[in-house]
């Protein structure tokens, strides 16, 4: 268990080397844990490949990683924010939710068109494109666990992939909309009040990191309670989903009632590192040869994925939101956390601001919904599929 997760700090701090070496990888916001894992992932293929040795790892502190970084995820949800947003937020959000549903759609019409099991295509679905790298890991065991051989590592490739593809669709089709259409004519000033407002709320003290273990620990150990609740229903859930339930409800207990404080800046650190040293582990524990038998299958998934989110992104998130400047701006953002994470959502629409003019609403509307709400219902939608398909 000790020596695992070493390895996986090893292949961290590659991961960052070569992040400051290689511009291509900061340029797309490719984690450094995925950067250095991958090049573990890959000895190690080859090693097994030549009949050589084959590496088997502790996983234990893993899983207990995964559950704290979405026990984190879950605090996000702060519906105070969430209705402060007004009208636009609320649409957002169901845009969202309904490309998560679109994505599953597509990933399980295409695997049964090419004759594969539909919860192989689930590994291209929304689990690696809006849930991304962390998720990816989180369904993967899940999904080999209902005998779906090499899922995890499935899903991690195609949510490296849905990196790459999110930032290099995203600035172009937003920059496109903004020519053609004359878009920066329609650009408002808005009140950031709100952004700078919740900035505060995340301002971190040295002091309060031990709460905010206590915070995450407690929401776990409570967490696990609902859960197996939850698996009394018949349905399968991934582990971490109690514990994401429980600390939503403490984040708004402590929102409308103020009767305690959540430490949102040191939570969002603490999750940070779990997910470093979760993904870490991960990749350096994928099985890269069980990729082979599915290269054509999985090009032509990723190819529909793709497809769709140029199509969302470009009529309906566009148009929904108002086929103004800060729409584009926001399609831009939908492409990098709807292939990505947030980092990617926030970079495109970066780039995109830098060229012509601020969008205080896309940077407002993205992570509050990308951060805050998009993995919870990914989530949500995921296990539903999983348990209609399995």
Same mark, same amino acid.
């Given at each position: ?74 605090f996000q949800a702060n519906m105070k924010v969430l209705k402060s947003g007004g009208k636009g937020t609320f649409i957002f959000l169901i845009l969202v939710l309904l490309l998560i549903i679109s994505q599953n759609f597509v990933a399980v019409g295409l695997s049964k068109l090419l004759g594969i099991n539909p919860l192989i295509g689930m590994c291209t679905g929304s689990i690696p ?24 590592? %499935?899903?991690? *490739?195609?949510? &490296?992939?849905? $990196? ?7 600035? +172009? @089709?937003?920059?496109? /909309? ?100 979760? %993904?870490?582990? *991960?990749?350096? &524990?994928?099985? $890269? ?7 054509? +299958? @999985?090009?032509?998934? /990723? ?88």
């Amino acid at each position: 268990m000790y020596q695992t997760v070493a390895v996986a700090v090893l292949a961290l701090f590659i991961g960052v080397l070569l992040k400051e070496r290689i511009k291509f990888l900061t340029t797309f916001c490719i984690p450094a844990p995925v950067v250095g894992g991958m090049i573990f992932a890959i000895i190690f293929c080859v090693l097994y490949s030549l009949g050589i040795l084959e590496i088997n790892f502790d996983e234990t502190l893993r899983n207990v990683c995964m559950v704290m970084f979405f026990t984190s995820v879950g605090f996000q949800a702060n519906m105070k924010v969430l209705k402060s947003g007004g009208k636009g937020t609320f649409i957002f959000l169901i845009l969202v939710l309904l490309l998560i549903i679109s994505q599953n759609f597509v990933a399980v019409g295409l695997s049964k068109l090419l004759g594969i099991n539909p919860l192989i295509g689930m590994c291209t679905g929304s689990i690696p494109m809006v849930g991304g790298h962390g998720t990816a890991g989180a369904f993967g065991p899940l999904l080999e666990d209902m005998n779906v051989d090499g899922a995890t590592t %499935l899903a991690t *490739a195609a949510a &490296t992939f849905g $990196l790459v593809a999110g930032s290099l669709m995203g600035g +172009p @089709l937003a920059n496109s /909309l903004i020519k053609k259409k004359s878009l920066v004519d329609t650009a408002v000033y808005e009140d950031d009040s709100m952004l700078v407002e919740e900035e505060i709320k995340h301002r971190r003290e040295v002091s309060m990191y031990a709460p905010a273990v206590y915070q995450l620990t407690l929401a776990m150990g409570i967490g696990t309670i609902v859960s197996f609740v939850l698996s009394k229903t018949g349905m399968t859930f991934p582990v971490y989903i109690g514990s994401m339930i429980v600390a939503a409800i403490m984040r708004n207990i402590s929102e409308y009632t103020d009767s305690f404080r959540i430490h949102m800046g040191e939570i969002n650190d603490l999750g940070s590192i779990c997910l470093s040293l979760f %993904l870490g582990v *991960a990749m350096i &524990t994928l099985k $890269l040869w069980q990729l082979a038998a599915l290269a054509l +299958p @999985l090009f032509v998934l /990723l190819a529909g994925q793709v497809l769709l989110m140029y199509i969302f992104a470009r009529f309906i998130v566009f148009k929904s939101m108002g086929s103004d400047y800060d729409a584009a701006v926001l399609a831009a953002g939908t492409c990098g956390f709807g292939m990505g994470a947030t980092p990617n959502a926030m970079a495109n629409m970066q780039a995109v601001t830098e060229k012509y003019l601020p969008s205080v609403n896309a940077f407002l509307l993205v992570p509050i919904v990308g951060s805050m709400f998009a993995d919870f219902l990914n989530s949500l939608t995921i296990t539903f599929f999983i348990n209609f398909l399995g």
